[in-house]
């Protein structure tokens, strides 16, 4: 039961870091971590966001060679 609940709450801020990482990569806005003054919760929080950003990587490098994805004008 445990176990569970903290895969299903791992999998869930996978997900919110990758939507982060998304909208930063297509708008260019993304949250300052240089704001949060404790350097203990700063490093968590970019530590957080490099893995949505490995994530949308993966996710991209995928699609991109995928056959089932094409770039539309």
């Known amino acids: 039961m445990v176990l569970g609940k903290l895969v299903h709450y791992t999998v869930d ?3 919110l870091s ?3 990482a998304g909208v930063r990569r297509s ?3 993304s949250p ?3 704001a949060i003054p404790d350097p203990t919760v700063r490093s ?3 530590k957080f966001l490099g ?3 490995t994530v949308f990587d993966m ?3 995928t699609v991109v060679n995928s056959a089932y994805f ?3 004008s």
Request: aromatic share 4%.
């Open 18 to 20: 990758t939507v982060v």
């Open 27 to 29: 708008s260019g806005f």
């Open 44 to 46: 968590v929080a970019e």
């Open 59 to 61: 996710i991209q490098g």
């Open 13 to 15: 801020a996978v997900l």
């Open 32 to 34: 300052d971590a240089s």
């Open 70 to 72: 094409k770039k539309s």
């Open 51 to 53: 893995v949505g950003e």
